[in-house]
């Protein structure tokens, strides 16, 4: 791999032993993925900060780079933390603590503590063609597909390594040629709400692995129905990057969304969705003790519109609803007077953490109700719940009811 | 008598041990107990079973990109496997791999699941490029 004079002072340590590491990092990718050289980029996004994902082992690693005297070079956010900073939710004391040390560590290397998967919805919008390294699937998944931006699906450690050095190896989605689709998905099944967009995104996902899926005949999504398509597709599989023809930057028209290679043609059916949506249900209990929204976390929009189905209604009191955000969304609803709203129908509206990032398991809650593919696909695993999975209007009535009866 | 492949390495070092072949993609973060290595992730071909010590076959990784603290982690812990195998690997494995030195192999030159079953003793030899399979 060519190196500038400068990065080859980076690979040696003369900038220090962090950019060192990073470096290593860069470097084997590089060599992996057949990279001639390093591009500079303009911003980063580090992931897997939960305790679950860093454990001590990488919480020691975080805070010895933080220790050795690693700071980023480039805007770098952060993702979703396990804990909510602004407030006490019972959360065992222990986890907190641990939670706040990776918190801190990140913090300490510069990284901006926006503690959200959707930096996108906080002024942090790579333009098209903007090379840049960030991690947190869903947001792969969307720079590339709706923005056009160019980004790998970075691990944690990588898009702190391009933080670190302001690079990325030339490999993957940042060459034009990779970013072609693979399979085209004529969708006839009707997408009514973010549900229907998560549990296609889930069905593709499943069977497409790590290609490129092309949909045609989407109708008119919004900007969140592509977030919650994204979040299934690079769950249930490993999906850095869709095109939606008609819709996404790099598809005007099939054949640009292909760019003359051969592809296989499948359609979404009524019966697909259907499937998608099955394979995200895992509960048979009908009482719901645990409702979930917000994952990827919600817009505006979507808080507005919770403020709509709970305006004078009542969350059952068996039955805990925890509305997911960060502190950039939170607080502009709370002066809009939509928390209020929330709030006074019994929800809680959290902001830096998530339910499969933190560990609402801890307070004893046994079955999930949500409208996220993201988070019904990790929660049986994460969390240990029994997940029913559908529309906000069904999981607001089953916060409402204490039960499930769709 | 031993099956020699070549391939590509992805992360150094050599390890051996008995296989554990799984077809489907394997997501770190959410979907594995780093105490044991069970396999948590709902309805997973894997469920329930540990991957600790083996040598791991499965095609390639997927969904959440903090699985390579995860693979570290397992690592770190000794939960994880001895070395893995992958038809791809993907980035999220890679540096997982690399920072717990976990030796990884992919794309070799013949289809891995046509040579290595469970509980096959393979070898990963990832500072030359080679596993060799004991039949």
């Known amino acids: ?406 | 008598m031993a099956i020699i492949v070549k391939g590509r390495s992805i992360s150094k070092g050599c390890a051996e041990g008995e296989a554990l072949v799984c077809r489907e993609p394997i997501g770190f973060n959410f979907g594995i107990d780093v105490s044991n290595g069970v396999i948590t992730e709902y309805k997973h071909e894997l469920f329930g079973k540990s991957i600790k010590d083996r040598i791991l076959l499965f095609p390639h990784g997927k969904g959440s990109t903090g699985g390579s603290y995860v693979v570290y982690q397992l690592a770190k812990n000794k939960t994880g496997p001895k070395a893995i195998i992958n038809m791809t690997t993907e980035t999220i494995i890679a540096v997982g791999a690399i920072m717990g030195s976990i030796p990884v192999m992919d794309s070799l030159e013949k289809n891995p699941y046509d040579l290595i079953f469970d509980g096959d003793h393979v070898k990963v030899d990832a500072d030359h490029g080679l596993v060799v399979i004991e039949k």
């Open chain 1, 1 to 406: 791999m060519h190196l500038t004079d400068t990065e080859k002072r980076m690979r040696d340590g003369e900038l220090g032993e962090p950019v060192r590491t990073a470096m290593a990092i860069l470097m084997a990718l590089g060599e992996i993925y057949g990279a001639e050289k390093l591009i500079p980029i303009r911003s980063a996004h580090v992931a897997g900060l939960s305790l679950k994902s860093h454990g001590l082992a990488g919480t020691e690693w975080a805070e010895d780079m933080a220790s050795r005297g690693a700071r980023v070079c480039i805007p770098t956010t952060m993702n979703v933390i396990g804990v909510d900073r602004s407030r006490d939710l019972h959360l065992p004391q222990a986890w907190v603590k641990d939670q706040l040390r990776i918190e801190a560590a990140y913090e300490r290397m510069g990284c901006l503590g926006t503690s959200s998967c959707v930096p996108y919805y906080l002024g942090f919008v790579p333009r098209f063609q903007e090379h840049i390294a960030w991690a947190e699937s869903s947001a792969v998944v969307f720079t590339n597909s709706v923005l056009g931006a160019r980004d790998n699906r970075e691990a944690g450690p990588s898009a702190l390594a391009s933080g670190l050095t302001g690079r990325t190896p030339l490999s993957g989605l940042h060459l034009e040629e990779n970013r072609k689709g693979d399979v085209l998905f004529k969708v006839s099944a009707p997408l009514t709400n973010l549900a229907d967009y998560g549990a296609l995104g889930s069905y593709v996902g499943r069977i497409i692995g790590t290609k490129v899926p092309v949909f045609e005949r989407m109708q008119e999504p919004s900007i969140e129905d592509l977030v919650y398509l994204g979040a299934g597709l690079a769950s249930s599989g490993g999906v850095a990057m869709f095109h939606a023809v008609g819709v996404t930057p790099e598809a005007p028209t099939i054949e640009s969304a292909f760019g003359g290679k051969k592809y296989e043609v499948l359609e979404i059916t009524a019966k697909e969705l259907e499937e998608g949506k099955q394979k995200l249900t895992s509960a048979k209990d009908r009482k719901v003790d645990y409702v979930a929204i917000g994952c990827p976390h919600c817009s505006l929009n979507q808080l507005k519109e919770l403020a709509t189905l709970l305006q004078g209604r009542r969350v059952n009191k068996e039955t805990t609803l925890w509305i997911h955000t960060n502190v950039a969304i939170k607080s502009l609803a709370n002066q809009l007077g939509y928390v209020q709203v929330i709030e006074d129908a019994g929800a809680v509206v959290t902001q830096d953490l998530c339910t499969i990032l933190g560990n609402p398991e801890a307070l004893g809650f046994k079955t999930l109700a949500t409208n996220s593919p993201k988070m019904a696909f990790y929660a049986p695993g994460s969390n240990g719940f029994e997940v029913w999975y559908g529309s906000v209007e069904q999981c607001i009535e089953a916060a409402v009811h204490g039960s499930w009866n769709a």
